[in-house]
């Protein structure tokens, strides 16, 4: 599997960014899908995940109610839907794919159990 991440930017805190990541190689729809960020000095977190189906979305409590994950298993593509943006959202952002049946759990799980990465895309927000 091959991830693609697009749609990064630089905007204005309050403003919004829509990211892609686009899947190729083989379905991922039997996957969950995620986004993961990094911040200059600071370790990979988690921001938000979905389920293979699509039925259930779990949220880092720093983008809770300000981001919204969504994937279209018919193209292969999760997105990630971002309002409200602040300065401490600047990160380089990645979207990865697993098997794991609890997204609940990449909350806590190391970054690197993930089963695939794509490359990040970079989002700056200035104050």
């Known amino acids: 599997v091959q991830l693609q991440a697009s749609g990064g930017g630089s905007v204005q805190a309050g403003g919004s960014l829509t990211l892609s990541c686009a899947a190729s190689?083989?379905?991922?729809?039997?996957?969950?899908l995620a986004w993961f960020r990094q911040a200059p000095g600071k370790e990979r977190e988690f921001v938000a995940a979905?389920?293979?189906?699509?039925?259930?979305?779990f949220y880092a409590d720093s983008v809770k109610g300000r981001f919204t994950i969504s994937r279209d298993n018919a193209k292969n593509t999760v997105y990630l839907q971002m309002n409200s943006l602040k300065p401490e959202d600047t990160a380089v952002y990645y979207c990865?794919?697993?098997?794991?049946?609890?997204?609940?759990?990449?909350?806590?799980?190391?970054?690197?159990?993930?089963?695939?990465w794509g490359k990040g895309t970079q989002v700056t927000v200035s104050s």
């Open positions: 990865a794919a697993d098997d794991i049946l609890d997204i609940a759990t990449l909350v806590s799980r190391p970054p690197a159990e993930m089963d695939y």
């Open positions: 190689g083989r379905s991922v729809s039997w996957y969950a």
């Open positions: 979905t389920s293979w189906a699509g039925g259930n979305q």
